[in-house]
């Protein structure tokens, strides 16, 4: 089974830019569609991207396109996840998510194998 571990998160002020990285284990990464998620306080999880094997299929949230970018190189075994234009509803802390199915899967939250740790982003007013 594929481990996830997240990092590039912090504190940045609004306007301002974060890229997330999600790198990951095992010999199959290009057999998983990958995804981001984020949970702010007393929030409940929501989806945020989501990126197919090949890359050819992206979703991605309404409120955070043109903003965010998700990509993948399979080489390195790394998802990323490109954060500009940062708001302060912006805060949670971010997941990284892994699915043997398709990218539709991981935006409707189902046949999700893994998941990361999670990694923080606040955005200061």
């Known amino acids: 089974q594929v481990q996830l571990v997240e990092s590039g998160g912090g504190l940045v002020q609004a306007g301002g830019s974060l890229r997330l990285s999600c790198a990951a284990s095992g010999r199959t990464f290009n057999s998983y569609a990958m995804g981001w998620f984020r949970q702010a306080p007393g929030k409940e999880r929501e989806f945020v991207a989501a990126i197919s094997g090949s890359s050819s299929i992206i979703y991605y949230l309404d409120s955070v396109k043109g903003r965010f970018a998700i990509s993948r190189v399979n080489a390195k075994k790394t998802v990323y996840l490109q954060m500009n234009s940062l708001k302060p509803e912006d805060t949670a802390v971010y997941y990284c998510?892994?699915?043997?199915?398709?990218?539709?899967?991981?935006?409707?939250?189902?046949?999700?194998?893994?998941w990361g740790q999670g990694t923080q982003v606040t955005v200061s007013s």
């Open positions: 998510a892994a699915s043997l199915g398709t990218a539709t899967d991981i935006r409707r939250v189902t046949q999700i194998v893994s």
